[in-house]
């Protein structure tokens, strides 16, 4: 008779599903790709959408939780060093300098690690996204620009027992974080370092080309775009035309619901559990926001410190205002004409909140945004999915009725 090995761990017993086949979140789901793993066995824990576990996992991987006494940590987690910078050579291609590229490639140049998880893209579709464990600087490469697209990077685990990579450099966005986190332990590797992205409102496929059809004048030329400190979106287009849409011109009514559910109950746009954080939110128009969360992600950015141009945050504005009106006018799916919408454009670019400020407004704006959404459609989950440092930031304003 046949059985199981008790002396076996949950993911060594278990094998992995027929992709798809079930994914307990349900339409929470964010596809991190972990269900698609053996490490399915685990993800009851593990899924940012059944276990919201910020303390314990901050306390673990960097020492610390976050200190919501101290406003910087309250917004954008636990931090060494914050800091803003660009590449002084640029990376041709990339979708700003690529200092996230570059950081793979010197990871792997350098021997710190064996392998970097990175995403790729389908040879048939721009936006399809293909995560990959890369060997080489030229598949790094190969993955630079973002996918704004929901992503199962951690399907990749499957590839890890037998594969040789003892150290790895893990490149994704919160939800993947949280779920690669709570299963560290159980991988087989002897070190992991992880590089995070900030991340909101990704969309289905689908909903992706619902969002560039209704924004954007050539949808299938699109290379890559992203909603911006100037208060607009910029869109690259394979001719290298750059298009700009100011966010106040979107189609509310139509894309109001074409953000994921997962995306919608979210409130981890920085990145808590990444070693390194790299992204835009922070820094002024031009420039990258680095923060340091640990020793790792120190160790990370050494790699590329001498070639960055670096210099210190700043904040500047007051983004209270803006953001409780754009809590009332997304509420009633207000949609300005696009003469309005460049006027009010410019106007809030020219007043309104730069650097960390700019951040703490797109943190504030979502997180209201995402709570309230929670509240209205998962009543029944809602205040053990909304973590203690959002529910502050949440009660600093003045939310519509349920």
């Not at 945050?313 to 509420?331: E, N």
């Amino acid at each position: 008779m046949s059985g199981s090995n008790p002396s076996l761990l949950p993911h060594e017993r278990a094998r992995p599903l027929t992709k798809g086949s079930t994914y307990p979140a349900k339409e929470l789901c964010s596809q991190c790709g972990l269900c698609d793993s053996r490490w399915v066995a685990y993800v009851r824990n593990a899924c940012a959408f059944l276990n919201q576990q910020f303390d314990g996992m901050e306390a673990r991987v960097h020492g610390r939780s976050r200190d919501l006494n101290n406003e910087d940590e309250l917004y954008f987690g636990v931090q060494q060093r914050m800091l803003t910078a660009r590449l002084k050579a640029p990376l041709a291609g990339a979708q700003w300098t690529g200092i996230v590229s570059r950081l793979g490639v010197r990871a792997l140049e350098t021997g710190l690690v064996d392998a970097v998880l990175c995403v790729q893209q389908s040879e048939h579709d721009r936006f399809t996204p293909v995560p990959v464990l890369a060997r080489t600087p030229e598949q790094v490469l190969a993955a630079r620009v973002n996918k704004p697209t929901l992503s199962p990077n951690l399907e990749v685990l499957e590839q890890l027992p037998g594969s040789g990579i003892k150290r790895l450099l893990a490149i994704g966005v919160g939800c993947q974080i949280q779920a690669l986190r709570a299963v560290e332990a159980t991988l087989p590797l002897e070190q992991l370092y992880v590089l995070g992205l900030p991340c909101v409102d990704n969309v289905s496929r689908d909903g992706l080309q619902t969002f560039l059809e209704s924004t954007v004048s050539s949808p299938e030329t699109v290379v890559h775009y992203e909603f911006m400190q100037d208060f607009r979106i910029h869109f690259r287009h394979s001719d290298g035309r750059e298009e700009t849409v100011p966010f106040f011109g979107l189609d509310t009514p139509k894309l109001k619901d074409v953000f994921a559910p997962s995306c919608l109950s979210c409130f981890d746009y920085t990145n808590a559990g990444a070693d390194l954080v790299v992204g835009y939110m922070g820094a002024t128009f031009g420039r990258q926001w680095i923060t340091v969360r640990n020793d790792r992600g120190a160790q990370l950015l050494a790699l590329v410190e001498d070639e960055l141009d670096t210099a210190p945050v700043s904040s500047k504005g007051d983004r209270r205002a803006a953001v409780q009106q754009g809590i009332d006018a997304y509420d009633k799916a207000v949609r300005l004409p696009m003469w309005l919408a460049r006027l009010v454009g410019c106007v809030v670019n020219a007043v309104g909140p730069k650097g960390l400020e700019y951040g703490r407004f797109s943190i504030d704006s979502h997180f209201t945004r995402n709570a309230l959404w929670l509240r209205r459609h998962h009543p029944k989950i809602a205040e053990r999915q909304i973590p203690e440092f959002a529910r502050r930031i949440v009660a600093r304003y003045r939310l519509p009725a349920l």
